[in-house]
Structure formats: C-alpha cells, structure tokens
C-alpha cells in the first residue's frame, strides 16, 4: 500500500504564490511518477501537471504552463506544485496521484493510469 499526503494548500491572493507538498510514504521502490490534478466547485477533475521518478521533462496542462513548476525530491519521496501568479480560476482541491503500473510518458493526464490518490488540499485564490 502507498499513502500520499498533501500539504500547503490554502488562501493567496492573485499574483501570489504557494507551494503544494505531496509525500507519499509505504511501498514506494517501484513508483513511476506523480502528477497534480485539481477539481473546482462542479467541475470535473483535471490534470495539471506530472514528473517522472527517474528524469525526463515534466508534463504540464496548458492551464499551467508558464504559472505552474512541478519537481520532486526523490530522497524525501515528496512531490511540489510550485503555483506562481495563481487566477481565481486556479481555486479548487488540489490532488496528488502516484503511478506503479504506467509510465508518466504514458498519458500522463489521464487519471485512470494512476494507481494511488491523497486526499487533496484546498486552494483558495482570491482576485
């Protein structure tokens, strides 16, 4: 089993700044990746960005293009969102995921290829 947990979330202005943590923790060896997806007020999930564990360029939705940094930090198993000049559009739960069984290379916004899910963190930007 693998447990991910997300931290960071929380009210920032427009323009701000913020930094999601995700850390997953249990049988983590075979991970392949992690990606950041989000859900605003009656929308569908949707996919912002995804790193491979092993290298490679990340993977970002044009939403988050040129905002939004994902990084990792293999050592402490943690995944960030580094969410720069954030829109009121960006507010929504912010969700981490882990991958075992696919590559990141592999649809990485797909959320059927990802195998694990945290709970989510609230984002809240305020215009």
Do not use: H
């Amino acid at each position: 089993q693998v447990q991910l947990v997300e931290s960071g979330g929380g009210l920032v202005q427009a323009g701000g700044s913020l930094r999601l943590s995700c850390t997953a923790s249990g049988r983590t060896s075979s991970m392949y990746g992690m990606g950041w997806f989000r859900q605003g007020p009656g929308q569908e999930r949707e996919f912002v960005a995804a790193i491979s564990w092993g290298g490679g360029s990340p993977y970002y939705a044009d939403s988050a293009k040129g905002r939004f940094t994902i990084s990792r930090d293999n050592a402490k198993n943690t995944v960030y969102l580094q969410m720069n000049s954030p829109l009121p559009e960006d507010t929504a739960v912010y969700y981490c995921a882990a991958r075992f069984q696919w590559t990141i290379a592999q649809q990485p916004g797909n959320p059927k290829r990802y195998d694990y899910w945290g709970q989510g963190t609230q984002v809240t930007v305020s215009s």
